[in-house]
């Protein structure tokens, strides 16, 4: 019973269009297929902000913008102390994001678009005991993030690979933390707001924080050595794949072939572990096998978090980070979506069903 409600509430937005039953994505009217060969951070980033900022700005005139932003909120990394470094990185970050001013203009979205791209790393090397990195403002928001995270010059492959992923999960539809950014700019909050109630979101292990746990699988199949037996008992205890299945596609998942892609050039530049790539198409053949003898009935098979963790691992990254990185991509898409809601949409106050009991009538 749902006392006349629709059973699904739509949003309309320019943004994108996730097709789950094509395994298709679609980014302001660019098919994912086709926007991530060559593909940068910014230019998806001028793709979605565009026609939403009262200062316009293409792709030549951000890359400078966006530089300069990182190293004005640099200028925050002294604040990191004792106790947010004491947090998961996530957490942390999320907190200094907080002490960023709140505003809908440009420079405000700009800042926000620098911050996690440069505390996750300066919050990575100083949990590690690492000093942290300055920002290099002639490098690209990708080259630069790897360099802050590693202190040493990315190659051309590891850049590529890292604008790939990027691009890939800049924006994915109205999900959990894209729709906790569109309630908060719905309020007319500011950008800040919204980036930080999507992170909120973000960070839950049913969105963001999934990635992570990939790796544990394949190390545990690796201590193992047999993928078939460890999935099947992992199967017989009832337990999930992680990697596999997916809320919305019932085909595979588009991002994961984006990012599998996006490794390949590493694994031809013999920048990443070949054996570990390797078990993981083991991993990956034994589980499409095993879930459609055991669900035939149940679509599921690669998503995105499989070759997320794989890519990330490649690129030095450490798994408690992986949902921080997830962040630095998906900010651009939170912001467009937090736009494009304070511009043209109304306060969302969705409608709820008490099912508690009444008082007595007289």
Do not use: C
């Not at 679609?26 to 060559?38: E, H, K």
């Not at 900022?53 to 293409?58: I, R, S």
């Not at 984006?258 to 694994?267: D, R, S, T, W």
């Not at 511009?343 to 008490?354: D, H, V």
Request: glycine letters at 8%; charged letters at 20%; aromatic letters at 4%.
């Amino acid at each position: 019973m749902n006392n006349g409600l629709e059973d699904v509430i739509a949003a309309e937005t320019r943004l994108s269009d996730v097709d789950g039953e094509r395994g298709r994505l679609v980014i302001r009217g660019v098919s994912l297929d086709d926007l991530v060969p060559g593909g940068t951070y910014e230019s998806v980033a001028t793709l979605l902000l565009d026609g939403l900022m009262e200062d316009p700005v293409d792709a030549t005139t951000l890359r400078p913008l966006l530089a300069s932003a990182r190293i004005d909120v640099y200028s925050y990394v002294t604040q990191l102390d004792e106790t947010l470094l004491a947090l998961p990185p996530v957490d942390a970050m999320r907190a200094m994001i907080a002490r960023l001013a709140d505003g809908q203009d440009l420079d405000t979205a700009l800042h926000l678009m620098a911050a996690p791209a440069v505390f996750l790393p300066a919050i990575l090397r100083l949990q590690a005991g690492q000093r942290p990195v300055a920002p290099d403002a002639a490098l690209s928001q990708s080259a630069d993030i790897l360099r802050m995270t590693t202190d040493q010059m990315p190659s051309a492959e590891q850049m590529a690979a890292l604008d790939a992923y990027l691009v890939t999960i800049s924006d994915h539809g109205l999900n959990a933390s894209t729709f906790a950014s569109r309630v908060v700019a719905s309020t007319q909050a500011g950008l800040t707001s919204s980036v930080l109630a999507a992170i909120g979101a973000l960070k839950g292990p049913l969105h963001g924080g999934a990635p992570g746990p990939v790796l544990d699988m394949l190390d545990a199949i690796e201590t193992g050595g047999d993928a078939q037996a460890w999935l099947t008992v992992a199967l017989d205890r009832g337990d999930r794949l992680m990697g596999f299945g997916h809320r919305i596609y019932r085909v595979r998942d588009p991002r994961a072939d984006a990012l599998k892609n996006a490794l390949a050039p590493l694994v031809r530049a013999d920048q990443v572990n070949r054996e570990r790539i390797a078990l993981a198409g083991a991993v990956e053949r034994a589980a499409l096998a095993l879930l459609k003898a055991r669900k035939p009935d149940r679509p599921l098979d690669v998503n995105v978090e499989f070759y997320t963790a794989l890519l990330l691992e490649a690129l030095g990254f450490p798994r408690q980070a992986f949902t921080g990185v997830f962040a630095i991509g998906r900010t651009i898409g939170w912001i467009a979506h937090a736009r494009e809601q304070a511009l043209n949409g109304r306060l969302i106050r969705p409608r709820s069903i008490y099912t508690g009991p009444l008082p007595k009538v007289a």
